[in-house]
């Protein structure tokens, strides 16, 4: 989502890249409020792993967990770009900022790991609710 606080307006962007084929979105939609109207580009989300975003200079930039990928939606041409920044191998968590115009990633260092979801089964046995 990217605002405009001056003329109180927002762009929504909706894409996708479902691991099933026969979800996958191959368009990326941009809902503007000025216009109450939708934009349908032909520029899909690549098929990676993206779940931080920033707008900065007018780019909208999603970063993936592991391996940290870049890519960037250029509003005015509707297009996805992978970005290749220079990146620490062993970053993990990564996340994006803008400040003052520049686009920053942090993160931690380290071995990136999953951590498996406790079973479904054993949880809450024994326990209290809160409510």
Known sequence: MRTNCASNTYEVVISGNQSDASDHLTTTNVYGSSTDSWMVSDSALPRVSHRIGVVCNGNLYLVGSHPAEVV??????????EI???????????????????????????KWTRTPLPNPESVGSGTQGLG
């Open 72 to 81: 960037a939606f250029d509003f005015q041409l509707g297009v996805w770009t």
């Open 84 to 110: 290749q920044p220079r990146i620490p191998d062993r970053i993990i968590r990564p996340h994006l900022f803008e400040r003052h115009g520049q686009l920053m990633i942090v993160g931690g260092v380290g």
